[in-house]
């Protein structure tokens, strides 16, 4: 293979990537495939952040200005999809990729070419689903959660290629999650037992199992969907005997697990960010490991909390409600951890640690009206309003995105060698926390006052809310594309970091120069 | 490390997990269906009931009948009477009347809910036409009976049941025979 010969010939292995663009198609590297990885899901959010956009201008009055009912369904739908399958997912794994060999002294992923291989679906999976958008009848317009019969009697004919990227994008999560199993499990360096992990590698082995239960059972939810619309079958059809409920119990109980698929790598990131700016160790590293496995063991059991109109017994509203509320329990300990690793420590805020602390302030936030919503009773009233928006929001931004957003800065002086500017970070991170706030908090009066999710017109008492909102969005999406330009002015140099450029930090990652050579831990290393 | 299990058998494992959680979400399927009509949740009525009971004639409780079209369905699809009033354990009939005005043959499916739904596993129906799928000829109207039996065991703080159908086009996947009306 001439791709691997390196033009400084050496006869050592100490060789460096391919040349051109062949490097990034056929490349096993670990730190390839997770900078592969991290700019997708950028890209992908940007595009899904295009689609906020569309929704943001529109609802930014009452009425119908700029886009019809039909194509507003469709925007609704494609940046749900988009943002969860093609943003966090991908950059948690891309952080999985670059992250989990160096910080369990592994050379590489214990399965290479597998990895290549569930890298590249992604682009094809997505290209299949936003190619929709172009072909007559639009789109999926039926939401993020793909309801039947919407998805099936009503849908538009392009549904069969979402069918498709759907169970794409599966394979692909499915392929890198036995990949980090793979590795943590059997890569690890000597001396390394599994409670000496960093917390980020165990919250993405827990990750790893919730991928590999309930992706699984995605495929079969649209899978089941595709011989509804083409094969005659009825499983979600009434009229054949099948059942639409049926549908929402498939999808939920993936649906759930996938909430914390999206959470439980950011627990860990911040686990290893505030213990580092707070120079401290953590506080309570076991009980951060089974309030993990607590809520990952919680979250197959909960599903139907989802689903508390559609007509379930009492004794079932009652269970789901309380197992729902259980899951406060483990998440409670994580904040008490978290806030008791600050307490007394000797903490500084650089941008990673700005991101961090507003990860826990503002994910408890959603996770308070997460309890809220959990109240069957209660559930009754906010059920597809914007107060769901507003929770599912202050989960997903301020928990999965900042928990990305705080990783990538504490780990980029690794990753490109230089560290990034502190003040544009620091002007990154406050014109996110405004924004991101600005947008989302007002959700949450015009949800409890009845403005339903999912529709492009409203009443006019909404009118104030909904224009704050979406100046909100409009001045964090901006911000978004100077979080780009940050990255490549990181890359392109800067200040030169140090092997360790974080002095509360601790982990093997930190031990390797930076940036991190092509190939690291090619001789395991020693832990005590 | 020495003591991992191999590559290939964790792999394997792992796989193994992949394939049983995909049989598992097809599982979904019968296992859903098995606990609705084990629990009469979720409104559903169980099949044809055989059994007798004893007419309990210390109370009674309002049944009342809703009939829905789904989209696209243009059939007259009614019960006889809004409502009546049952002792548990007798015998009651409601005719429902369907017209099918088109002028194709067409073919149709009732499907039956119980509201509250806890009262869905005390509600039997002896006879019902939603067993069967109705074919209608242009033009053709039909009576259909539907017998059932309040359970003598419903709970106490029911007094007030709804029976409601959907009636589904069924056409394109059953198509009707036509008959010859010509001889």
Request: net charge negative.
């Amino acid at each position: 293979m001439s791709a691997v010969i390196d033009d400084h010939g050496h006869a050592d292995h100490a060789h460096g990537p391919a040349k051109g663009l062949m490097r990034w198609v056929l490349t096993t590297n670990h730190k390839d495939i997770g900078t592969l990885y991290l700019w997708f899901a950028f890209c992908m959010f940007l595009l899904g952040g295009s689609f906020a956009m569309v929704i943001r201008a529109e609802l930014f009055q009452p009425g119908l200005q700029i886009v019809q009912p039909e194509f507003f369904n469709q925007m609704t739908t494609m940046h749900g999809l988009v943002m969860v399958f093609g943003a966090v997912m991908p950059a948690f794994v891309g952080l999985a990729n670059w992250m989990i060999p160096l910080m369990v002294g592994a050379p590489d992923m214990a399965l290479p070419r597998m990895n290549n291989f569930s890298f590249w679906l992604l682009p094809a999976a997505f290209l299949l689903l936003v190619s929709t958008l172009f072909s007559p009848g639009g789109g999926p317009n039926f939401g993020w959660t793909f309801y039947a019969p919407l998805s099936t009697t009503y849908a538009p004919e392009s549904v069969t290629f979402f069918i498709f990227a759907i169970h794409l994008m599966g394979i692909s999560s499915i392929m890198g999650a036995i990949n980090v199993v793979a590795t943590i499990l059997n890569l690890r360096a000597p001396g390394m037992t599994l409670m000496k992990m960093p917390l980020f590698v165990w919250t993405w082995l827990i990750t790893a199992f919730l991928l590999i239960a309930v992706m699984p059972v995605l495929a079969g939810c649209v899978t089941m969907m595709l011989m509804d619309i083409h094969f005659g079958t009825s499983f979600f059809s009434a009229a054949g005997g099948g059942d639409p409920v049926l549908f929402q119990h498939v999808f939920w109980f993936f649906g759930h697990p996938e909430v914390y698929i999206m959470i439980l790598p950011a627990f860990g990131a911040v686990s290893q960010i505030i213990p580092a700016f707070a120079r401290k160790p953590l506080f309570g590293y076991t009980s951060m490991v089974y309030a993990t496995a607590s809520i990952a063991f919680l979250s197959f059991i909960v599903w139907a909390h989802h689903m508390f109109v559609v007509g379930i017994p009492l004794v079932g509203e009652l269970f789901f409600m309380y197992a729902t509320m259980l899951i406060a329990v483990p998440t409670g300990v994580k904040v008490f951890n978290w806030a008791s690793t600050m307490w007394q420590g000797s903490m500084t805020f650089e941008t990673p640690m700005l991101f961090a602390v507003a990860f826990v302030i503002l994910f408890s936030i959603g996770g308070f009206s997460g309890l809220m919503l959990a109240i069957a009773p209660a559930d009754f009233q906010y059920q597809d309003t914007y107060f769901v928006v507003a929770h599912f929001h202050y989960v997903l931004v301020p928990g999965a995105i900042f928990g990305i957003f705080a990783s990538a800065y504490y780990w980029l002086p690794k990753w490109t060698g230089h560290m990034y500017d502190e003040t544009l970070g620091k002007l990154h991170f406050w014109l996110s926390f405004v924004g991101m706030n600005l947008t989302f908090f007002p959700m949450h009066f015009v949800g409890l006052a009845g403005m339903p999710r999912r529709i492009p017109d409203y009443n006019l008492q909404f009118a104030d809310f909904n224009m704050v909102s979406s100046i909100g969005a409009f001045m964090f999406g901006a911000t978004q594309i100077f979080f780009l330009f940050i990255v490549i002015k990181t890359i392109r140099g800067g200040e030169p970091a140090p092997a360790k450029p974080w002095d509360g930090a601790e982990g093997l990652e930190w031990s390797v120069p930076s940036p991190a050579p092509y190939h690291t831990f090619t001789t395991p290393p020693e832990v005590k | 490390m020495a003591d991992s299990i191999s590559l290939k058998k964790l792999v394997t494992c792992l796989l193994l997990v992949v394939v049983a959680m995909f049989v598992f979400g097809f599982a979904l399927v019968p296992i859903y269906d098995v606990m609705c009509k084990a629990f009469g949740i979720n409104g559903k009525t169980g099949g044809q009931y055989q059994g007798e009971q004893v007419v309990d004639t210390s109370r009674q409780v309002r049944v009342q009948f809703l009939s829905t079209n789904t989209a696209d369905m243009p059939w007259d699809f009614y019960p006889k009477h809004d409502e009546l009033t049952a002792n548990p354990g007798a015998v009651n009939e409601m005719v429902f009347i369907a017209r099918n005005p088109t002028d194709k043959p067409m073919s149709a499916q009732a499907v039956p809910s119980i509201a509250p739904s806890n009262a869905a596993a005390f509600f039997h129906k002896t006879e019902c036409f939603c067993f069967t799928q109705q074919v209608l000829q242009p033009g053709e109207q039909i009576e259909m009976p539907v017998r059932f039996i309040v359970d003598r065991d419903m709970p106490k703080e029911v007094k007030h049941l709804t029976l409601s159908y959907t009636l589904f086009d069924i056409t394109a996947r059953h198509p009707p025979v036509a008959v010859n009306t010509g001889g």
